[in-house]
Nanobody, 116 residues
Framework: QVQVVESGGGSVQPGGSLRLSCVAS????????MGWYRQAPGKERELVAT??????NYADSVKGRFTISRDNAKNMVYLQMNGLKPEDTAVYYC???????????WGKGTLVTVSS
């Protein structure tokens, strides 16, 4: 079993920055892909950014503003969010993918609110 826990959410004004952190623990030997997703009120969950090995993938809406990074030694993944906009308001979830068990493990989410 894998446990995923996010932290770092909060409230910020438009144009501000936040850094989200996610740690995976448990049976993590076969975790390859990790990423961030978000779900705004009344909307479906959507991909924000993912990282697998040396490659990264971003949603068009966050390119140039958000940066995903990973610390394999600490089993952590981060999301640096700059230039935040009100439309970035959402619950942000971290996901870890187990490549051998074909399982996705989700955290409980952390709320990001962008408002003046």
């Amino acid at each position: 079993q894998v446990q995923v826990v996010e932290s770092g959410g909060g409230s910020v004004q438009p144009g501000g920055s936040l850094r989200l952190s996610c740690v995976a623990s448990g049976s993590i030997d076969s975790i390859n892909d990790m990423g961030w997703y978000r779900q705004a009120p009344g909307k479906e969950r959507e991909l924000v950014a993912t990282t697998n090995g040396g490659s990264t993938n971003y949603a068009d809406s966050v390119k140039g503003r958000f940066t995903i990074s990973r610390d394999n030694a600490k089993n952590m993944v981060y999301l640096q969010m700059n230039g935040l906009k009100p439309e970035d308001t959402a619950v942000y979830y971290c996901k870890a993918h187990d490549q051998f068990r074909y399982m996705d493990y989700w955290g409980k989410g952390t709320l990001v609110t962008v408002s003046s």
